[in-house]
């Protein structure tokens, strides 16, 4: 009788990406933050989470605080 070898499906790594569109300008000022292997994705990524968008938090923070929605706008002007 021979041995039998039992296959497992190896867990696929492929990664979906896009395309997106930036000025040169942009991406020149994107590759000064790029450095030592680092993907644009890790990069957006790390900026993308130093850097939280201000609307949410003071959207959290009315909710926390049970105000009154208020227009983006009129948040912008008293910041």
């Known amino acids: 009788m021979k041995p039998m070898?039992?296959?497992?499906?190896?867990?696929?790594?492929?990664?979906e990406y896009t395309t997106l569109p930036v000025r040169k300008g942009t991406l020149r000022r994107l590759k000064g933050y790029k450095g030592g292997g680092v993907s644009y994705d890790e990069l957006l990524n790390d900026l993308l989470d130093a850097h939280p968008p201000e609307e949410f938090f003071l959207e959290h923070l009315r909710r926390l605080k049970r105000e009154p929605r208020r227009p983006w706008s009129e948040i912008k002007k008293e910041l």
């Open 5 to 15: 070898h039992i296959m497992h499906p190896m867990a696929s790594k492929v990664r």
